[in-house]
């Protein structure tokens, strides 16, 4: 195994190991459920895995960190654009070192988690258990790395936010439907709070054992477990940062952009495992607007209600955070449209209320074929398994999100459906703000 | 030869106490003619900086010591045109004397060094 003591022998080494040995055949480990994570604990860290056999591995570490849990504005997007910069080796040498692994690393923000992010062959596991830990723990955080490295980037991001006017909607309907904690800006609108010393504080509080979860697709369960304990031994332990509970409060807000216009209106949903409600993510597939078959509009509510406007497209998702949920459907096309497809995408709504059973099943379907399609793909599902692992010591597993998806009835969704509609909406327009309708105009309730 | 072979050879002395003790009245009495704490400078504001690896080193020091540097500098220009040198009260004391751009003119040397390695690699057999 690739340990420190053969990399300091220096990178000619690492040549050599870069080619996949053929040592362990593909059918050894014929696992009978591939898509079972298994959680244990080691070094006081929680670690969840499940093995498939495959030769490749996609490994995460997930922390409890993200833009909700923040102590100023931006913060933790500062943390997550600081990952792989110099920690205890530079980050062009962990960056090459990578390359001639073949492997690939990478960090995402969300609302939640920050999440640190490596694909490599089956073989190396080590070596990036030691990189992501390295990260965690040794990160120096340089100011002049920030100004030279870290700023720029989140400026860019920053840049592209406001050019993407969907985005920009959801942010403010996240605003506004949570006012502060969960409806803080994912990303940082301003770097007047940030400085290196305030990333580093918010790191020693967001990366503690605690608050983190390491999670792998594609690794042995004790493999994980002894490296983890062997490289995030000296990670200090703490319970993480205290977040209020989330509530929702909805409104309506309207933000002028000259980049296109969009509108978001949003509904409170469901919860994130164990308090899941698999009905509202029915709803959203019911609701739909992404077609199945190429050059057509599709046949979900959503699709239907567009498909004679030209240019626009509306479309529904559901979004499950640990203590709430968000329903929200986003609609994108020329502005002297939306006020029409506003109008069509609310009285979808309302016939949501009288919904036919096939409509129900299809969109059941849809759902549980995205659920396992998503459990299939290595590296997609490992934040939500290490944000459920970090609350609740257990890791979400895919049977039962489908038998819930099997087990909701025309019913409940019905139900859900009217309960939207009397619960306060959320309504954001972004755009010309002169010809953009008001929530009152489409006939919703703010 | 780079900007910090010089603060190699002093680590060399630094780590050799008889050495230490032998060369440190030489340094004192080379510091004190060499007249730039007179001009009330310290050591590594000497540094030419016409070249990329100083400018990137002066960029990465924080605003209050930059700002220092800045100052230093024009009031030893003044003094430089005005032929005279600073009040006895005013000149660099010894142990102002800090060495504050070597650490960042070392690290990005560093990082010169390793980039160079690290793009010229071959397959050992």
Redesign the interface.
């Known amino acids: 195994m690739l340990a420190r003591s053969t990399l300091s022998r220096g ?3 690492l ?2 190991r870069a080619a996949p040995s053929s040592r362990r055949g593909l059918a050894a480990a014929a696992v009978s459920n591939p898509f079972h994570y298994s959680v244990g604990e080691s070094a006081g860290i929680k670690v969840a895995s499940r093995d498939d056999g495959g030769p490749t591995t996609a490994l995460a570490v997930v922390a409890r960190g993200g833009s909700r849990y923040e102590t100023a504005p931006g913060l933790a997007h500062g943390l997550e654009k600081f990952a792989f910069k110099n920690s205890r080796r ?1 980050a ?2 962990l960056q ?1 070192e990578t390359e001639l692994l073949g492997g690939s690393l990478g960090s995402t923000l969300s609302r939640e988690n920050i999440v640190l992010r490596a694909k490599f062959l089956r073989d190396d596991l080590p070596y990036f258990v030691e990189a992501l830990a390295d990260v965690l723990i040794h990160t120096k955080y340089n ?2 790395e920030f100004n030279e490295q870290v700023s720029p980037t989140m400026g860019f991001e920053i840049e592209n936010l406001h050019h993407t006017p969907a985005a920009l909607a959801l942010e403010a309907a996240h605003n506004i439907a949570f006012h502060k904690g969960l409806g803080s800006s994912r990303l940082a609108l301003t770097n007047k709070y940030l400085s290196n010393k305030s990333i580093t504080e918010y790191s020693k509080k967001v990366y503690s054992k605690d608050n983190i979860a390491v999670v792998a697709s594609g690794a042995p369960q004790q493999d994980l477990e002894k490296w983890t304990a062997e490289f995030f031994k000296e990670l200090p332990s703490g319970t993480g940062p205290v977040v209020a509970p989330a509530k929702y409060y909805g409104g309506e807000t309207r933000v002028f952009s000259p980049h296109g216009d969009a509108i978001v209106i949003a509904f409170p949903g469901s919860a994130s495992a164990p308090s899941f409600k698999a009905e509202y993510t029915v709803l959203a597939y019911l609701l739909g607007g992404e077609t199945s078959i190429k050059w057509n509009t599709g046949m979900s509510f959503l699709s239907q209600a567009v498909s004679e406007i030209p240019h626009t497209t509306a479309v529904a998702k559901h979004v499950a955070y640990t203590d709430t949920g968000l329903l929200y459907v986003t609609i994108e096309g020329p502005g002297s449209a939306l006020t029409q497809a506003g109008e069509n995408v609310v009285s979808a709504f309302k016939s949501l209320g009288e919904v036919k059973p096939e409509d129900v099943k299809k969109a059941i379907a849809l759902a549980k074929f995205d659920a396992l399609a998503t459990a299939e793909d290595r590296s997609v599902g490992l934040e939500s398994v290490g944000q459920t692992v970090i609350a609740s010591g257990n890791a979400p597993q895919v049977e039962s999100i489908v038998k819930a998806l099997s087990g909701v009835t025309v019913e409940a969704v019905k139900a859900a459906g009217k309960k939207l509609l009397e619960s306060k909406a959320t309504f954001v327009v972004v755009g010309d703000t002169y010809i953009l309708p008001y929530a009152e105009d489409l006939g919703l309730k703010v | 030869m780079t900007f910090s072979s010089g603060v190699a050879l002093r680590r060399a002395i630094l780590a050799r106490p008889w050495l230490h003790k032998m060369m440190a009245p030489i340094a004192e009495k080379y510091t004190d003619l060499a007249g730039y704490r007179q001009l009330g400078l310290v050591r590594d504001d000497l540094i030419a900086d016409e070249n990329e690896t100083v400018q990137e080193a002066i960029k990465r020091l924080p605003p209050k010591v930059a700002y220092d540097r800045v100052y230093r500098l024009r009031r030893a220009v003044q003094c430089s045109l005005a032929h005279t040198i600073l009040p006895k009260e005013e000149q660099t004391k010894p142990e102002g004397d800090i060495s504050y751009l070597m650490p960042y003119i070392e690290e990005i040397e560093r990082e010169r060094k390793e980039r160079e390695e690290l793009d010229s690699l071959t397959r050992a057999k």
């Open positions: 990178p000619s080494q040549l050599t530079s062009l040498r090459r100011p002049y």
